[in-house]
């Protein structure tokens, strides 16, 4: 088994399986059943980093099914975890808050407080991504606050790094930075290469953010290069779609392309779904920038058809939303209560979706709406970066639309 989690880390899936399903195979030749609640979950958590979520339920499932019949509470712990971080990926955000929470339960009655630190940790990162930044925070720092208590300083690196990503959704900038070099810190104390990836990654967001775009290709080129030293496939394709989005907010489109085409390549080698999703959907927009809708529309229909394949709702609005620009483009026929029905479901609408809902539905509100997420989006960041903010192309885009129908 230790075989197959060494390919897992690298990215290697398909040798992954292969490992735990040997693995899992002599374990029912055994009857060993707590072997094989160990091997599904294994398999189970192959099949989430490829982003086939529905076959990592299946795994999961039965992997939970024979620890609560062995009444292996810290397995079981462990499982509804993993569960609930597979509902996390897809967007279902309730459900992954009931696994995380009855994960947390079973680690609490056990005592397990490094358990407790990563369910603290998940139902932080849910909070995060449903836009509630104050619980987000809570969670992170009982999480960190019980990692310290442990000397646990990989999970407290961890646990910096998540704080830092409040801060940057909030547009704390400097804050972010301070808590995202903290954690660098530790990582490279520890030696941890691929926290130190992962940190890299997120300083560079933020000087994306900020519009500082060199700072942001080196941070992402040192990721890169982490990721490449350790073979961690999924680390770099990451990274390439990152510097990709740099390229695209810069105009080089080629550039972009180019390496969005290679994350794309790394993404379909692993089997990657949601990375595939993900990918083509960046190619669709920068297409779409170019005024190629036939081929924004063409990309965009594929990210579409995997990310329904694998039920991922998070990207449903904003992929659907270009798609159907595109389509208005070429004088094609699109559904209007199709993205009313996605818009309904929506936790978060962000301003750059509300202003291409309004281009495609031509409704002031979502203009107003996008203006003044604009607006109080620069007014929470400091002086001189809330005017580079606005001086991007959307939101100036979105300013100037606003005055000429307000």
């Not at 060993?32 to 979950?41: D, E, T």
């Not at 409704?363 to 809330?386: C, H, R």
Request: hydrophobic content about 30%.
């Amino acid at each position: 088994m230790n075989i197959g989690a060494v390919h897992s880390n690298k990215g290697d899936y398909d040798k992954a399986l292969d490992y735990y399903g040997r693995s899992l195979t002599i374990c029912e030749e055994l009857g060993n059943k707590s072997g094989m609640g160990s091997s599904l979950n294994n398999i189970g958590n192959v099949h989430w980093n490829k982003g086939d979520y529905d076959k990592a339920l299946d795994y999961l499932g039965r992997s939970l099914a024979i620890r609560e019949e062995l009444g292996d509470k810290y397995g079981m712990g462990y499982s509804l975890g993993n569960i609930g971080g597979v509902h996390s990926d897809k967007g279902d955000y309730e459900k992954a808050l009931d696994y995380y929470g009855r994960s947390l339960a079973i680690k609490e009655e056990l005592g397990d407080k490094y358990g407790m630190g990563v369910s603290l940790n998940n139902i932080g990162i849910v909070h995060k991504n449903k836009g509630y930044y104050d619980k987000a925070l809570d969670y992170y720092g009982r999480a960190l606050g019980i990692q310290e208590e442990l000397g646990d300083k990989r999970g407290m690196g961890y646990s910096l790094n998540n704080i830092g990503g409040v801060h940057s959704d909030k547009g704390d900038y400097e804050e972010a930075l301070d808590y995202y070099a903290r954690s660098f810190a530790i990582q490279e104390e520890l030696g941890d290469k691929y926290g130190m990836g992962a940190s890299l990654m997120s300083i560079g967001i933020v000087h994306k953010i900020k519009g500082d775009y060199d700072k942001a290709l080196d941070y992402y080129g040192r990721s890169l290069t982490i990721f490449e030293e350790l073979g961690d496939k999924r680390g770099m394709g990451q990274s390439l779609n990152n510097i990709g989005g740099v390229h695209h907010n810069k105009g080089d489109y080629e550039k972009a392309l180019d390496y969005y085409d290679r994350s794309l390549a790394i993404r379909e080698e692993l089997g990657d779904k949601a990375g595939m999703g993900y990918s083509l959907n960046s190619i669709g927009i920068v297409h779409y920038y170019k005024g190629d809708y036939d081929k924004a529309a063409e990309y965009l229909e594929k990210s579409l058809s995997i990310l329904k394949e694998i039920g991922f709702k998070g990207l449903e609005l904003f992929t659907t939303t270009y798609l159907y620009l595109s389509y208005k483009h070429l004088g094609k026929d699109y559904d209007v209560n199709e993205i009313h029905s996605f818009i309904k479901d929506a936790e978060n609408i962000e301003f750059e979706v509300n202003f291409r809902i309004y281009e495609l539905l031509d409704d002031t509100t979502y203009l107003e709406t996008a203006y003044k997420q604009v607006q109080d989006k620069a007014s929470e960041m400091e002086e001189e970066t809330g005017k580079t903010f606005l001086g991007y192309l959307l939101p100036t885009a979105i300013v100037e639309a606003w005055e000429k129908v307000k």
